[in-house]
C-alpha cells in the first residue's frame, strides 16, 4: 500500500508559477512511476506530467510543455511540479498518482494509488 499526500495548491494570477509536491510512504514507494493528472470542473481527470523512479525519464503533456517541470528528490520518495507561465485554463484539482511500473503512461487507469488532490486556481 502506498499512501500519497499532495500539497502546494492556490490561488495565483496568470503568469504567475506555484510549486506542488507530493509526499509517498509506504513500502517500496521509491520504486513507482509518480505523475501528475489535472481535473477542470465537468471535465474529464487529464494527464499533466510523470515521471520515472529514477528521475531519469520525464513525459509532459503537450498542454504543458515549457511551463511545467517535474522532479523527483534524492531519496525519491516526493515529486515536485513547478508550474510557471500559468494560464486560467490550467485551473483545476491535481492529483498525485503512483504505478508500479518501468515505464511511464499517460493513462490514468494504469496508476494503482492517488492522493486526494489539491486545488490550483488561476485568475485571469
Known amino acids: 500500500q502506498v499512501q500519497l499526500v499532495e500539497s502546494g495548491g492556490g490561488l495565483v494570477q496568470a503568469g504567475g508559477s506555484l510549486r506542488l509536491s507530493c509526499a509517498a510512504s509506504?513500502?517500496?514507494?521509491?520504486?513507482?512511476?509518480m505523475g501528475w493528472f489535472r481535473q477542470a470542473p465537468g471535465k474529464e481527470r487529464e494527464f499533466v506530467a510523470a515521471?520515472?523512479?529514477?528521475?531519469?525519464?520525464?513525459n509532459y503533456a503537450d498542454s504543458v510543455k515549457g511551463r511545467f517541470t517535474i522532479s523527483r528528490d534524492n531519496a525519491k520518495t516526493t515529486i515536485f511540479l513547478q508550474m510557471n507561465s500559468l494560464k486560467p485554463e490550467d485551473t483545476a484539482v491535481y492529483y498525485c498518482?503512483?504505478?508500479?511500473?518501468?515505464?511511464?503512461?499517460?493513462?490514468?487507469?494504469?496508476?494503482?494509488?492517488w492522493g486526494q488532490g489539491t486545488q490550483v486556481t488561476v485568475s485571469s
Open positions: 515521471i520515472n523512479w529514477s528521475g531519469s525519464s520525464t
Open positions: 498518482a503512483a504505478d508500479l511500473a518501468i515505464f511511464i503512461s499517460t493513462q490514468s487507469n494504469r496508476y494503482d494509488y
Open positions: 509506504g513500502r517500496t514507494a521509491a520504486t513507482y512511476v
